[in-house]
């Protein structure tokens, strides 16, 4: 999605492969796509506005950018009607004509905005932190505004934060690479790709900057990040192998850099036990919970959302095993049972993991109806 491709023939180049335009660095892979492109290709014409623009990553980003907000504006269309940008008071935006978006938890009247009033606010934020010098804390609160509504301080998400990830790599594209914003900015543009299910375009995003980190020699901390990233959005495209050789690294990785008990650790069990499930090797998914399970309980309590995941996996283990006994089927139910109280309690019955697990409890117990029902049949053939 960023370039990683031959103009001409889309053959992969990463990040820095290629021939480039000598004028607005667009990239091919030989001089004769570059040649062809210039001649048959509409680059001559076209080659003036993209150096003019910054040059041909920036070009591109800007095109997508316009792109996304008008896709977000018009999912959010109907949603919008009749309501004015929090931030520059107006309903169409004085510049871009762009419509308003909302797409975070704001309730009633708040929260509506211009993507790029949304983006203007963030980049001064962050621009004001660097001039200051500010601190890595309160540097990652203002850049959290790339991603959080400063309104209701959830997380944007669907076409509204793909928007804001094209916005977010707009502004950054141009710094250099080992510049730590360029790398973040690239973190946002695949977390808004996955989040609209653009999820091939966030996949090449994500291998762009693990590629990118590893050759700079990143910290490790760092690149354990972006894998997760990278294996989250394999999983989604139900590439579930390659998911799952990832996730053993980052787990390994988290326990090796900050041990067991870490809950950057805890979480990477939870990733790789909930593929190992996905992947039907019941055996190890549920041998991996046992032991993170008790770890989870003690260090994050019986009413961490993670701690509830972790108990919720368990069962999706127990209870998708077509072998599973009477006994384990009774114990899907009653774990996902007790979760599901714990989860109603702690963060409401509209939360993601709450319906998750009311979901798998629904199945948990048909799958027990269902074995019950064929054990008493068995029983009684044998009579
Ligand atoms: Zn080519
Ligand atoms: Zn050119
Ligand atoms: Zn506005
Ligand atoms: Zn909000």
Same mark, same amino acid.
């Given at each position: 999605m960023i370039l990683t491709q031959c103009a001409v023939c889309a053959t992969e180049l990463g990040l820095s492969l290629g021939k480039k335009c000598g004028r607005c660095s667009t990239r091919y892979c030989g001089a004769a796509c570059q040649v062809q492109h210039w001649k048959e290709g509409g680059h001559d014409k076209l080659c003036k506005q993209i150096k003019r623009s910054g040059g041909a990553e920036q070009y591109n980003a800007n095109e997508k950018y316009t792109e996304a907000v008008t896709v977000a504006a018009e999912a959010c269309a109907e949603d919008t009607k009749g309501q004015t940008c929090f931030?520059?008071?107006?309903?169409?935006?004085?510049?871009?004509?762009e419509g308003l978006v909302r797409g975070c +938890?704001?309730?009633? *009247?708040?929260?509506?905005?211009?993507v790029s009033c949304l983006a203007e606010q963030a980049k001064i934020l962050f621009d004001e932190a660097e001039e200051n010098n500010l601190d890595e804390k309160p540097l990652n609160e203002r850049w959290a505004r790339w991603h959080t509504c400063s309104l209701c301080e959830q997380n944007y998400h669907g076409t509204v934060r793909c928007a804001l990830g094209w916005a977010c790599w707009k502004t950054y594209v +141009?710094?250099?690479? *080992?510049?730590r914003a360029w790398g973040s900015a690239m973190t946002q543009l695949g977390n808004g790709l996955d989040d609209a299910n653009h999820n091939e375009d966030a996949l090449s995003v994500r291998e762009a900057e693990l590629s990118m980190l590893r050759r700079l020699g990143a910290p490790e901390d760092r690149i354990l990040i972006v894998q997760t990233n990278v294996a989250g959005t394999y999983a989604r495209l139900g590439r579930l192998e390659e998911a799952l050789q990832i996730e053993w690294d980052v787990y390994s990785g988290n326990a090796r850099l900050y041990g067991e008990e870490h809950p950057s650790t805890l979480i990477a069990a939870n990733n790789y036990a909930d593929s190992l499930t996905s992947l039907e090797r019941f055996e190890e998914a549920k041998a991996l919970l046992r032991a993170t399970i008790p770890v989870a309980r003690s260090v994050?309590?019986?009413?961490h959302r993670l701690t509830l995941r972790l108990r919720w996996h368990y069962a999706r283990a127990l209870y998708e095993n077509?072998?599973?006994t009477l006994d384990d089927l009774r114990d899907a139910v009653t774990t996902l049972e007790d979760t599901d109280r714990t989860a109603r309690q702690v963060l409401g019955g509209t939360h993601p993991t709450t319906m998750g697990i009311e979901c798998g409890l629904r199945e948990a117990r048909d799958a027990l109806a269902v074995r019950s029902v064929c054990e008493a049949v068995d029983a009684a053939n044998l009579h």
């Open positions: 931030i520059c008071t107006q309903a169409l935006h004085w510049k871009t004509k +938890s704001c309730r009633g *009247t708040a929260g509506f905005a211009h +141009s710094r250099p690479e *080992t510049d994050l309590g019986d009413d077509t072998s599973a």
